[in-house]
């Protein structure tokens, strides 16, 4: 069994209905399940284990929420190797998995993708997709309300099918 780690926050549940979409296109294949953790609980044994990670976030002041920053704060290093006693430095030990990104937002969500991708070069993953980025439509620039495009789910949800086949198939 293949496994894909799925770390999420979300506040009035925009992020939630990407991340359900994302597992039900994931859900078709066999062999691969999808572990969603909530920020607040996930830890660096459930990085170091998953075959993949994907992070689900809202964007909120242009920059992921706080929940999802106070998780790399307390697992980044941890899913680090010291490896100085070989004469090397500190290494990633999930260097070269694949990850990829669902963003929620009001009207941008730029920076929230921006700053998940800048922490996650440090342990050299590869982004093996551009993730998504789901603007509500219909509410106040900046506020919780309207709703999300149908397109969006959709994209969602193809991105959870491509993550399960690839992984499946060996080819991300
Ligand atoms: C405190 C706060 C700050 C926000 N900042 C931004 C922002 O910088 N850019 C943006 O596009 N939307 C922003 N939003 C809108 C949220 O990203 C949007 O409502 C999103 O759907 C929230 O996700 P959630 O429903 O999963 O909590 C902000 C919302 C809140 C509550």
């Known amino acids: 069994m293949r496994h894909i780690l799925?770390?999420?926050h979300s506040a009035s549940g925009g992020t939630r209905a990407l991340v359900a979409a994302f597992c039900d296109g994931a859900s078709a294949t066999d062999g691969v399940s999808v572990i969603t953790r909530s920020a607040q609980v996930a830890t660096a044994a459930d990085v170091r284990k998953a075959d993949a990670l994907i992070i689900a976030t809202p964007?909120?002041?242009?920059y992921m929420a706080g929940s999802i920053k106070e998780f790399f704060d307390r697992v980044f290093y941890a899913c680090m190797a010291d490896t100085t006693a070989l004469g090397g430095g500190t290494e990633?030990?999930?260097?070269?998995?694949?990850?990829?990104v669902l963003i929620?937002?009001?009207?941008?969500?730029?920076?929230?993708?921006?700053?998940?991708d800048r922490i996650i070069t440090g342990w050299r993953m590869r982004k093996?997709?551009?993730g998504v980025i789901a603007r509500?439509?219909?509410?106040?620039?900046?506020?919780?309300r309207g709703t999300l495009?149908?397109?969006?789910?959709?994209?969602c949800r193809e991105m959870g099918q491509l993550f399960a086949e690839g992984l499946l198939m060996g080819a991300l």
């Open 136 to 144: 509500r439509v219909g509410g106040e620039a900046g506020s919780s």
């Open 6 to 8: 799925l770390i999420h």
């Open 128 to 130: 093996v997709h551009p």
């Open 92 to 100: 990633s030990v999930v260097a070269g998995r694949p990850y990829s």
């Open 59 to 62: 964007e909120n002041f242009g």
């Open 104 to 116: 929620c937002a009001g009207n941008d969500g730029s920076g929230a993708m921006l700053s998940v």
């Open 149 to 155: 495009r149908e397109d969006d789910l959709v994209a």
